[in-house]
């Protein structure tokens, strides 16, 4: 049943210096550093919780001590991120990653540079030329020995690279874009048992009947049609390496169905919540902005909170460390959050090559003749061998990931678009001062596809959908389609149409990635969407706050209450079981208020009994038996829906009680016969790895982790505890949180978890971890005063002579 983890009582006096500066200690470190490149005097505060604030004479050296400082703080993290992102990883780690490599340039981005550099903030190139200076003078002064060596770089007895400006840009395979993976597996289920058997998989939204596309056979599609585009998005593993390179020894691969459904999962892990109050609804009269993003948990975090000052810039805020720039957070005026709101920016192409194998084999039938496919020869460095030569091959409509006798397979994607760099559309907010402002940034958004929320200092607020939409005039972009001209994007949607609000008269607005668009919206931009579990417990809370405060939004973002938990407990109402330890079960679930708190039995018993049984009995019963296997346990969406449908009429019962039991022993193996022992917090924990811990030592290993704790909720839950069903190891949820009181910014608050740092002997690689864990937040500083209030180092920087 998984590790039983630490309780949070232990830190509960280290949360309550969270708040309090004054609990801090007063001792202030100050220091002269003297770094090449940068043009004038600068000033950085680090503040008792790892935040820099940067105060820069220009634009310039503040981007420049960004990325300097993120190199300071991660560059091993973002040195990763870049050979990754570039297909370099064979050149630091040796032969086992050339597959990697040659699947992630499959993915780069290849069209006019000057096109890319016009899509974002035309002060933007100024921005990423000056942050990869900033992280190439670190990386010099590393490898001048006047700077340690992060020591992961020594656990691979590998070195970082120095950077260019343009590969910031051109890396897409670390944004989020969908949905391919759904495409691929609604496929396969539909070629094992009719379309029908994929209702319990996935359900859409808005109600959508969907059909095989006219011209394709879905048994054609191999079940690892995307192991590229895996390849090409996946986290590096070490695993190889542990292995002195041999890959036999590794742990087997995992068949292409497991890789599909866990890419899936994933995927729909990574919501987000936010929302915004209007200063009618809020105690001080002043707007509120609150944001937390869910993303994989991890160490070090994929966020990173910066301050960054100058005469014409002023940004706090989260964002990935190797990206300029803040992604969500505010400036003097205008704060912003960010949502994944679903548009179907992918599709998988499925061709006729009637020549495959012979001379011209590289030609695809389109529109009744044949094309050539576009082919390029890269060479991939490899450590320690001769480079590898690999083939890499388009179509018009993108790279081919698959080929088989007499097919090959391509993805068309918004990747391929100028602008789709991952999240550097933020460029465009970073000087807004006004709703119009706003939203002349959101109609240039590339990728992700986001709800961005708004609020100015004059009490503005709204909302609007931003992302690169594609236009399918033939097809519902559900299913793979044949690539032989039937089915063609036309065009892009222009962003200025994408649905938006200013000013609701409600009061208040938020998303959490559910299905959000007008009532009767003719081209839904997807439909596939999360559940409604989280935006109705936040809406019924910010509904029920008139004069809401800071603290509220605190509280709601961990919030703990599962709304669906509601409506699958409704169904056990008229039920009972002969069985004592199963009709205690039945009481308790009763009887529960829905809240997954750490201490808590009925959360115990539901999360095992949805995550691990109700959804695999549901679909053993109702699915085609050469389709179980790729519908798996379904979405618990889709199966409590059906169950309160009148199709489950005459069966429901039996379901309920015959998982009910099955979860009830799995406990007792788990936990022990005593049901007053069990509680939701001995399951479930957080407990961070990174993925290069594998090649350290006992020791080394256990310094580089953090954890066990105790966490509550779940997927369900605003808290977005997305958890791992063998072991319920929280996988995925909010990283970073931010409360921001738009006007009054010293009162705002945040949270990144476990650290700002990637060193892990650095204080600030695990101090914010087990206040995460308990719900506590640190002062997110904006003026000088509470800078130099909360002060922890100062450094004076002048230019190197």
Not at 395 to 421: C, L, N, Q, Y
Request: charged share 20%; aromatic share 8%; glycine share 8%.
């Amino acid at each position: 049943m998984g590790r039983i983890g630490m309780g949070v009582s232990s830190v509960v006096a280290a949360m309550a210096l969270a708040g309090a500066a004054t609990a801090q200690s007063t001792a202030v470190k100050h220091e002269a550093w003297s770094v090449s490149g940068l043009t004038a005097p600068a000033r950085m505060v680090v503040d008792h919780w790892g935040i820099p604030h940067i105060f820069a004479a220009n634009t310039h050296d503040a981007f420049f001590l960004q990325g300097y400082n993120a190199a300071r703080d991660r560059l091993w993290q973002i040195d990763l991120w870049r050979k990754r992102g570039l297909g370099r990883l064979s050149a630091s780690f040796g032969p086992a990653y050339v597959a990697q490599d040659r699947a992630a340039r499959l993915f780069l981005y290849r069209g006019d540079m000057a096109a890319e550099w016009a899509a974002y903030d035309p002060q933007s190139r100024q921005a990423v030329e000056a942050f990869a200076a900033g992280v190439n003078a670190y990386v010099g002064e590393v490898k001048a020995g006047k700077r340690p060596l992060p020591v992961e770089f020594k656990l691979t007895a590998s070195q970082p690279e120095t950077w260019a400006a343009e590969d910031i840009l051109r890396i897409r395979s670390h944004a989020l874009v969908s949905n391919v993976t759904s495409e691929v597996a609604r496929a396969q289920v539909a070629c094992k048992g009719g379309l029908a058997a994929d209702a319990l998989r996935r359900k859409l939204e808005p109600p959508h009947e969907t059909v095989v596309p006219k011209g394709l056979d879905p048994c054609i599609v191999p079940a690892d049609v995307l192991k590229d585009y895996l390849l090409a998005t996946e986290a590096v593993n070490f695993e190889v390496l542990a292995t002195g390179g041999r890959q036999a020894q590794a742990a087997p691969p995992k068949p292409p169905q497991v890789q599909l459904a866990e890419a899936m999962e994933a995927y729909q892990a990574e919501g987000s919540n936010n929302w915004v109050i209007a200063p009618s609804r809020t105690a001080t009269g002043r707007p509120i902005l609150a944001n937390d993003p869910h993303r994989t948990v991890t160490v070090p975090s994929l966020r990173y909170i910066v301050h960054l000052n100058a005469p014409d810039l002023d940004i706090i805020g989260a964002g990935e460390p190797a990206l300029p720039g803040v992604s969500f957070g505010h400036n003097g005026q205008v704060a912003w959050g960010l949502t994944i709101f679903y548009i179907d920016q992918e599709d998988l192409y499925v061709y006729d090559t009637p020549n495959s194998g012979k001379d011209g084999g590289d030609a695809y039938r389109y529109k009744g003749k044949l094309e050539p496919m576009k082919v390029v020869h890269e060479s991939i460095a490899v450590k320690g061998e001769a480079p590898r030569e690999v083939t890499l091959k388009f179509t018009r409509h993108g790279p081919v990931i698959d080929e088989i006798p007499g097919h090959a397979f391509a993805m068309k994607t918004v990747w391929a678009e100028p602008g789709a760099s991952g999240y550097f559309g933020s460029s465009r907010l970073w000087r807004a001062k006004s709703w119009a402002d706003f939203k002349a940034g959101q109609e240039h958004w590339g990728v992700p596809p986001l709800n961005l929320v708004f609020a100015d200092a004059s009490g503005d607020i709204g909302w609007s959908a931003a992302g690169l939409t594609p236009i399918r005039p033939n097809w519902d972009g559900l299913m793979p389609v044949p690539g032989d001209g039937r089915y063609e994007w036309a065009g892009l949607r222009p962003e200025a149409e994408l649905p938006n609000l200013h000013n609701p008269a409600e009061g208040f607005f938020a998303t959490a990635n559910e299905m959000n668009l007008p009532p009767g919206d003719k081209a839904p931009t997807s439909y596939e969407w999360a559940d409604r579990s989280r935006i109705t417990r936040i809406k019924e809370v910010l509904a029920g706050q008139p004069k809401a405060t800071i603290a509220d939004s605190m509280a709601l973002q961990t919030d703990a209450h599962d709304t669906l938990s509601r409506r699958t407990i409704a169904l056990l109402k008229p039920l009972a079981s002969p069985d004592p330890q199963v009709a205690r079960a039945l009481a308790l679930l009763k009887a529960w208020d829905n809240d997954e708190t750490t201490g808590s039995t009925a959360a115990a018993i539901y999360q095992v009994w949805v995550a691990s049984h109700l959804g695999h009995t549901v679909v053993q019963a109702q699915t085609p038996e050469a389709a179980r296997s790729l519908v798996g346990s379904g979405s618990l969406d889709a199966v409590v829906t059906w169950l309160e449908s009148p199709q489950a009429a005459g069966k429901r019962d039996t379901l309920l009680l015959e998982s009910l039991t099955a979860a009830v022993r799995d406990l007792e193996r788990g936990l022990g016969p005593d049901m007053a022992t069990w509680s939701w917090g001995r399951l479930h924990h957080a407990d961070f790895t990174p993925a290069a811990g594998v090649l350290a030592d006992r020791q080394l290993a256990r310094q580089m982790e953090t954890g066990p704790l105790e966490v509550p909720g779940s997927a369900s839950t605003p808290r977005a505890a997305t958890y791992r069903p063998s072991d319920f190891t929280q996988t995925a949820g909010a990283s970073v949180r931010l409360v921001m009181d738009v006007g009054a910014w010293d009162n705002s608050v945040a949270m990144n978890t476990p650290g700002q740092s990637g060193d892990p002997f650095n204080v600030h690689y695990r101090d914010l971890f087990p206040l995460w864990a308990s719900g506590a937040y640190v002062p997110l500083d904006f003026s000088r005063a509470a800078i130099d209030r909360d002060a922890e180092l100062v450094v004076s920087l002048t230019p190197a002579r």
